[in-house]
């Protein structure tokens, strides 16, 4: 009796083996897992009810290529790169003197002659005279003695002094004007955002450079590399990496008056996710980064874990870079950004060379998914666990049957 309830002990224990290998192979799919496998990640761009979710794009050199081409704007390209009037315009607001000069005694604006006790004249050495400063008003006006209103705006010094040397002539003796602007408003560029000092910053005659301009303020207070330029000129804004201007001398384009200047302090970061070493936010600490250097940041693939092929970008793209890849998705619509997956397989040599051109984006997603092997690992790990189970309520029953 003892031997076959043993025999029928072992074929009891060996059907629930069984009987655990197949449950935990069936419910391969409820396993733990800290995301999608390769695997989902193409099939699933495409939803239940065949709408598209999001362009699966893999790395290659004409990937490479078209996202090199569309990077950051150009101020240069946006702007142009034209330089203001060697003679700047007078303009609404700004602050005006004029001084009047006339060829003898005894005019408008000089003193009369003095005359000596021998009957000869004598110069009381004042021939000129200072109007005090004025404000152009909205007008584009001001007010000159024996002249009446003057409407300056949008002249030049130049063109306001033989003007009011004109509505002079007859009134003062042969009438000699000086103008000079001694504070400006419409003829500066408004500096603000993570600068040492944001103010209005006059433009000289000569013409200043966005870099001049940024100096004249005080310089930045943020790293350079993690500093971006927003250049708004009239209704048109363009945003550029402030070390793209220091590095391309094109870019640090003539500024023009009205023009406003913001420095936005914004780290460039992305996310590691998945079979990674780490699973963090990841500051550059650079100018740019490529994808093999974000592997590297992220303390590269999981060895007992990863899988090679299932290396993706999760990253939003303008829809003049997503129609380079599929034109006709109705994902991609005109002022649209567009979800884009870009996967990279590691198992190919060729790789090692796309993921040191493959610029990182400020804000990617980088995601390494598991390998098929690590769910058959959870499983003989279920498994294993049954089987020590199993064998330590065996090693119980047949100890309680032995005192028997």
């Known amino acids: 009796m003892g031997p076959f309830m043993g025999r029928s002990g072992k074929l009891g224990l060996a059907g629930a083996l069984s009987g655990a290998v197949v449950l935990a192979l069936a419910g391969c799919s409820s396993l733990p897992d800290s995301g999608p496998s390769a695997k989902d990640v193409s099939a699933r761009q495409v939803d239940t009810d065949q709408s598209q979710r999001y362009l699966v794009v893999d790395i290659t050199p004409t990937a490479v290529e078209a996202l090199r081409r569309h990077g ?37 604006f000089s003193s009369a002659a003095a005359t000596t006790t021998s009957g000869a004249t004598a110069s009381t050495g004042s021939n000129s005279a200072t109007i005090p400063e004025q404000v152009v008003g909205r007008d584009g006006g001001i ?48 500096v603000g955002g993570e600068v040492a000092a944001g103010a209005r910053v006059p433009l000289t005659v ?28 009239g209704s048109t804004t363009s945003r550029i990496p402030l070390i793209t201007i220091v590095n391309n001398p094109r870019e640090n384009i003539y500024l023009h008056p009205g023009d406003t200047l913001t420095l936005v302090h914004d780290p460039q970061t992305f996310i590691a996710y998945g079979a990674t070493g780490s699973n963090a936010e990841i500051p550059f600490n650079a100018d740019g980064i490529s994808l093999a250097e974000a592997l590297a940041k992220a303390g590269g693939l999981q060895d007992n874990r990863s899988d090679p092929r299932g290396v993706f970008i999760f ?33 190919d040599p ?10 990182m984006a400020n804000r990617d997603f980088l995601y390494v998914s598991n390998s ?33």
């Open 372 to 404: 098929p092997s690590t769910e058959v690992q959870k499983v003989f790990g279920i498994i294993g666990g049954g089987i020590g189970t199993i064998g330590s309520v065996a090693s119980i029953a047949s100890a309680t049957s032995t005192l028997k």
């Open 72 to 108: 950051f704007g150009s101020l240069s390209a946006q702007f142009g790169d034209r330089q203001p009037s060697a003679e700047p315009a007078i303009e609404i607001g700004d602050a005006i003197t004029i001084t009047v000069w006339e060829a003898a005694a005894g005019g408008l």
């Open 315 to 347: 990253r939003y793209e303008p829809d003049s870079v997503a129609r380079q890849f599929a034109p006709t998705s109705p994902l991609v619509r005109p002022g649209r950004l567009t979800p884009v997956v870009y996967r990279l397989d590691l198992t």
């Open 143 to 190: 007010t000159m003695p024996y002249a009446g209103r003057i409407h300056v705006a949008g002249q030049t010094t130049r063109a306001v002094q033989q003007q009011i040397e004109r509505a002079l002539e007859g009134k003062a003796i042969q009438p000699q004007v000086l103008v000079n602007i001694t504070k400006t408003a419409g003829g500066s560029v408004s």
């Open 206 to 233: 000569k013409g200043d450079r966005l870099l001049d301009v940024l100096a004249t303020a005080g310089g930045i207070r943020a790293p350079v590399n993690e500093t971006f330029v927003d250049l708004s000129r």
């Open 350 to 359: 060729n790789s090692l060379f796309l993921q040191q051109n493959f610029r």
